[in-house]
Nanobody
Framework: QVQLVESGGGLVQAGGSLRLSCAAS????????MGWFRQAPGKEREFVAG????????YYADSVKGRFTISRDNAKNTVYLQMNSLKPEDTAVYYCAVDRVPLGTVVPTRPSLFASWGQGTQVTVSS
């Protein structure tokens, strides 16, 4: 199973920025789409952003579109989530995940379509 480690979370005021990182142990990292999800206490895990294996295609939840940017560095087996203009409603534990299917043509958005998950990193946005 793939090992994932998220980092970069923390406490930030509304309007501020954070950059999350996810280091993956995937041997053929570039053939897998990657996704970021978040989960607030008592709520279901929700899709935030996804990126194709090459980094050429991205997809965002409407709630973060225009504020967050997902990217990846395949040479470093790492995916990033740049979070700008943060809002209190962005507060959650953020997780990265690896697509179940290599060489996928569509960036997945459902948690069930991902094979492995990291431990999560807490993001807290104060007003």
């Amino acid at each position: 199973q793939v090992q994932l480690v998220e980092s970069g979370g923390g406490l930030v005021q509304a309007g501020g920025s954070l950059r999350l990182s996810c280091a993956a142990s995937v041997r053929t990292f570039s053939v897998y789409a990657m996704g970021w999800f978040r989960q607030a206490p008592g709520k279901e895990r929700e899709f935030v952003a996804g990126v194709s294996g090459s980094g050429g295609s991205t997809y965002y939840a409407d709630s973060v579109k225009g504020r967050f940017t997902i990217s990846r560095d395949n040479a470093k087996n790492t995916v990033y989530l740049q979070m700008n203009s943060l809002k209190p409603e962005d507060t959650a534990v953020y997780y990265c995940a690896v697509d179940r299917v290599p060489l996928g043509t569509v960036v997945p958005t459902r948690p069930s379509l991902f094979a492995s998950w990291g431990q999560g990193t807490q993001v807290t946005v104060s007003s």
